[in-house]
């Protein structure tokens, strides 16, 4: 008796339909056309990983920025007083401060230009 793999081949496919559940039209239901867009979807995934942690670190920057601004300090020059004054804080908590607490990054700010 011929062996024919069938078993193996039907296994790979439903992986990559099963994988393709919820895409319109042939993407979703054929073989060929699922796979091409299972196999760009998940190249995308993986490139917009990376993008969405230079989105956050950009968007940080955009809030310290207006923050230390309307405290009278530009951004290159906020981030040069707390590298020069070894202050631990990292774009993230800084941001973060700049939304919720404004009262204490505005206390940053002022022990930094005193």
Do not use: P
């Amino acid at each position: 008796m011929r062996a024919k793999n069938g078993f193996n081949t039907r296994k790979r496919r439903k992986k990559i339909l099963k994988l393709a559940k919820g895409y319109r039209t042939t993407r979703g239901n054929l073989f060929r056309n699922a796979k091409e867009a299972v196999v760009r979807a998940h190249n995308f995934a993986f490139r917009d990983r990376k993008v969405r942690k230079r989105m956050m670190r950009k968007l940080w920057i955009l809030r310290i920025n207006i923050a230390s601004r309307m405290n009278g300090v530009s951004y290159s020059k906020f981030m040069g007083l707390i590298k020069k004054n070894n202050i631990e804080l990292d774009r993230k908590m800084l941001a973060e401060l700049a939304v919720a607490d404004m009262v204490a990054f505005k206390k940053i700010v002022q022990k930094l230009t005193a």
